[in-house]
């Protein structure tokens, strides 16, 4: 399955008023079913708990691309990373599944049309770096 480089989409949210922020099956269900609700395909899913009553990290990565959350549970929040290809992908329904699973809401939000390219645009300047 290739997907167009034009076709990717970069959503970063912020979530308040989660619940369940440092139960590792839940999040795990969160990010699989995330990908699942987006039309995303899972290859794998890693976490990693910081302790009781402390935070997770975890990633979906797909073959899309991947999905990411950071938790604090003791304030109840989360940040949620959605960055995925491909001209089927929802990437809206995997934030609201997120939300569904933690009970939280959307705080702030970003979409980013990633990689758009057009014949006409003109080019990005070059950056070119100065030794000393």
Do not use: N, Q
């Amino acid at each position: 399955m290739t997907h167009r480089a034009g076709t990717s989409v970069h959503l970063i949210a912020d979530l308040a008023e989660c619940s369940g922020l440092d139960d590792l099956p839940l999040v795990e269900a969160a990010l699989r079913d995330a990908a699942v609700a987006a039309h995303l395909t899972v290859l794998d899913v890693r976490l990693h708990h910081f302790g009781p009553g402390m935070g997770v990290t975890g990633v979906a990565l797909l073959a899309e691309s991947h999905i990411s959350i950071h938790t604090w549970p003791e304030e109840g929040v989360a940040a949620v990373d959605i960055f995925v290809c491909g001209e089927m992908a929802e990437p809206e329904r995997a934030l609201e599944a997120i939300c569904g699973y933690l009970g939280g809401r959307v705080i702030d939000k970003h979409r980013i049309e990633r990689l758009r390219t057009s014949a006409k645009a003109a080019p990005a300047p070059r950056i070119e770096w100065l030794d000393g």
